[in-house]
Protein backbone atom coordinates (compact mmCIF):
# COMPACT_ATOMS: atom_id res chain seq x y z
CA UNK A 1 0.00 0.00 0.00
CA UNK A 2 1.13 3.12 -0.84
CA UNK A 3 1.03 5.84 1.89
CA UNK A 4 0.50 9.43 0.86
CA UNK A 5 1.45 12.86 3.03
CA UNK A 6 0.48 16.42 1.44
CA UNK A 7 1.87 19.51 2.47
CA UNK A 8 1.43 23.45 1.03
CA UNK A 9 -1.73 24.20 2.62
CA UNK A 10 -2.10 28.02 4.23
CA UNK A 11 -3.73 30.79 4.70
CA UNK A 12 -4.06 33.32 1.38
CA UNK A 13 -5.31 36.11 -0.09
CA UNK A 14 -8.14 36.09 -2.65
CA UNK A 15 -6.66 36.00 -6.14
CA UNK A 16 -3.37 34.35 -4.83
CA UNK A 17 -1.52 31.41 -5.57
CA UNK A 18 -0.40 28.15 -3.87
CA UNK A 19 0.82 25.21 -4.35
CA UNK A 20 0.28 21.43 -3.05
CA UNK A 21 2.48 18.70 -3.24
CA UNK A 22 1.84 15.48 -2.25
CA UNK A 23 4.64 13.05 -1.33
CA UNK A 24 3.89 9.23 -1.52
CA UNK A 25 6.21 6.63 -0.36
CA UNK A 26 6.54 2.60 0.34
CA UNK A 27 5.47 1.93 -4.03
CA UNK A 28 6.27 3.97 -6.79
CA UNK A 29 3.77 6.68 -7.33
CA UNK A 30 4.33 5.48 -11.41
CA UNK A 31 1.99 2.93 -10.57
CA UNK A 32 -1.01 4.70 -9.57
CA UNK A 33 -3.66 7.21 -10.98
CA UNK A 34 -3.51 10.35 -8.30
CA UNK A 35 -6.03 12.82 -7.89
CA UNK A 36 -6.64 15.61 -5.35
CA UNK A 37 -10.22 15.94 -3.61
CA UNK A 38 -11.02 18.67 -0.86
CA UNK A 39 -14.39 18.34 1.40
CA UNK A 40 -15.18 21.93 3.16
CA UNK A 41 -17.04 22.30 6.56
CA UNK A 42 -20.22 20.62 6.19
CA UNK A 43 -20.03 19.52 2.84
CA UNK A 44 -19.09 15.59 1.49
CA UNK A 45 -15.84 15.40 -0.55
CA UNK A 46 -15.58 16.65 -4.01
CA UNK A 47 -13.30 15.64 -6.63
CA UNK A 48 -11.03 18.47 -8.16
CA UNK A 49 -8.27 16.63 -10.60
CA UNK A 50 -7.22 13.43 -11.63
CA UNK A 51 -3.94 12.61 -13.63
CA UNK A 52 -3.09 8.91 -14.67
CA UNK A 53 0.15 7.12 -14.03
CA UNK A 54 2.20 8.32 -17.07
CA UNK A 55 0.68 12.05 -16.28
CA UNK A 56 -0.25 12.08 -20.59
CA UNK A 57 -3.99 12.11 -19.32
CA UNK A 58 -5.76 14.34 -16.48
CA UNK A 59 -9.70 15.55 -15.87
CA UNK A 60 -10.34 18.75 -13.92
CA UNK A 61 -13.70 19.64 -12.15
CA UNK A 62 -15.47 22.59 -13.84
CA UNK A 63 -15.12 24.52 -11.02
CA UNK A 64 -11.35 24.44 -10.97
CA UNK A 65 -10.88 24.28 -14.57
CA UNK A 66 -8.55 26.84 -15.73
CA UNK A 67 -6.92 27.97 -12.35
CA UNK A 68 -5.94 24.61 -10.89
CA UNK A 69 -2.61 22.61 -12.65
CA UNK A 70 -2.44 19.15 -11.70
CA UNK A 71 1.08 17.94 -12.32
CA UNK A 72 3.37 14.97 -10.87
CA UNK A 73 7.20 13.86 -10.89
CA UNK A 74 7.61 9.91 -10.53
CA UNK A 75 11.09 10.24 -9.77
CA UNK A 76 10.13 12.04 -6.97
CA UNK A 77 7.56 10.12 -6.06
CA UNK A 78 5.72 13.54 -6.01
CA UNK A 79 2.24 15.34 -7.16
CA UNK A 80 1.81 18.74 -7.14
CA UNK A 81 -1.20 21.18 -7.05
CA UNK A 82 -0.93 24.43 -8.52
CA UNK A 83 -3.47 26.61 -7.85
CA UNK A 84 -4.56 30.33 -8.90
CA UNK A 85 -6.89 32.91 -8.60
CA UNK A 86 -7.72 31.60 -5.36
CA UNK A 87 -11.27 32.28 -4.26
CA UNK A 88 -12.94 31.95 -0.97
CA UNK A 89 -15.21 29.06 -2.36
CA UNK A 90 -11.79 26.87 -2.45
CA UNK A 91 -11.33 27.01 1.11
CA UNK A 92 -11.35 23.71 2.23
CA UNK A 93 -8.74 20.53 3.29
CA UNK A 94 -7.06 19.20 0.05
CA UNK A 95 -6.85 15.29 0.29
CA UNK A 96 -4.43 13.24 -2.06
CA UNK A 97 -5.68 10.11 -3.26
CA UNK A 98 -3.91 7.15 -4.86
CA UNK A 99 -5.57 4.07 -7.73
CA UNK A 100 -4.32 1.36 -8.50
CA UNK A 101 -5.87 1.78 -11.88
CA UNK A 102 -3.40 3.19 -13.44
CA UNK A 103 -5.37 4.78 -16.62
CA UNK A 104 -8.63 5.56 -15.24
CA UNK A 105 -9.26 9.20 -14.16
CA UNK A 106 -11.61 8.47 -11.72
CA UNK A 107 -13.93 11.21 -9.85
CA UNK A 108 -15.88 9.33 -6.96
CA UNK A 109 -14.00 8.40 -3.79
CA UNK A 110 -14.45 5.40 -4.32
CA UNK A 111 -11.93 5.11 -6.92
CA UNK A 112 -9.22 5.15 -4.71
CA UNK A 113 -8.12 3.38 -2.27
CA UNK A 114 -5.09 5.17 -0.18
CA UNK A 115 -5.66 9.05 0.91
CA UNK A 116 -3.16 11.21 2.86
CA UNK A 117 -4.14 13.15 5.87
CA UNK A 118 -5.08 16.72 4.25
CA UNK A 119 -3.49 19.90 4.03
CA UNK A 120 -5.93 23.00 5.01
CA UNK A 121 -6.37 25.95 2.20
CA UNK A 122 -8.05 28.95 3.98
CA UNK A 123 -8.59 31.53 1.05
CA UNK A 124 -9.76 34.98 3.12
CA UNK A 125 -10.78 38.74 1.49
Known amino acids: QVQLVESGGRLVQTGGSLRLSCAAS????????MAWFRQAPGKEREFVVA????????SYADSVKGRFTISRDNAKNTVYLQMNSLKAEDTAVYYCAASPNMYLLGRSPGNYNAWGQGTQVTVSS
Open 51 to 58: IISSGTST
Open 26 to 33: GRPLSRYT
